[in-house]
């Protein structure tokens, strides 16, 4: 079969969208238990990358064949070498771009509010629970904690102003 990445930003929309899928987490147990990408119709499995460095052969029973499949780790090189060889074994899997750094600093902007005047741009650090507000008004913002939107901020500011 075959493999491919997702971005942190399509798989929020999965998970926002409440999307079926199937998450192959092969960070240590302890990570795992820790953080990990959650959402209401998301089933996992974590085994650590260095108990398949052998082989998947042992595991695949334990995948589904009906739904997508994204293999996580903490960086991205895990995943995509699992990922690999699971695309060996027959199946269609993807593996989670840049891994779970990348989902711990994408930013998930949602308009909250809008009139003549103003627009109210809330960003949601899925990863991490972290909320940052925008407010816009003809060529003036007003940015509220900006210490994980510097360059997210600045692309938009650029676009809108």
């Known amino acids: 079969m075959g493999m491919q990445a997702i971005n942190a930003e399509k798989l929020n929309e999965w998970v926002v969208n409440k999307k079926e899928f199937f998450i192959f987490d092969v960070r240590n147990v302890k990570d795992f238990e820790d953080w990990k990408v959650e959402g209401e119709n998301i089933e996992y499995l974590n085994i650590p990358y ?3 460095i052998d082989g998947v052969d042992e595991v695949v029973d334990q995948l589904p064949k009906d739904k ?3 293999v996580i780790c903490a960086k991205e090189g895990s995943s995509v070498m699992v ?4 695309a060996d074994a ?4 993807s593996y989670l771009s ?4 990348s989902w ?3 930013l998930y902007p949602v308009e909250v509010y809008k009139d003549d005047k103003i627009k109210v741009l809330q960003f949601i650090r899925v990863g991490k629970g972290c909320l940052s507000y925008m407010v816009l008004s003809e060529n003036e913002a007003l940015v509220v904690d900006p210490s994980s939107l510097q360059t997210v901020t600045l692309q938009l500011l650029k676009r809108k102003m």
């Not at 990922?83 to 699971?86: K, P, R």
């Open 50 to 52: 260095f108990d398949l």
């Open 68 to 70: 997508d499949i994204v």
């Open 98 to 101: 840049g891994g779970m750094k």
């Open 104 to 106: 711990s600093e994408y």
């Open 90 to 93: 027959g199946f269609e899997v």
């Open 83 to 86: 990922a690999e060889m699971l």
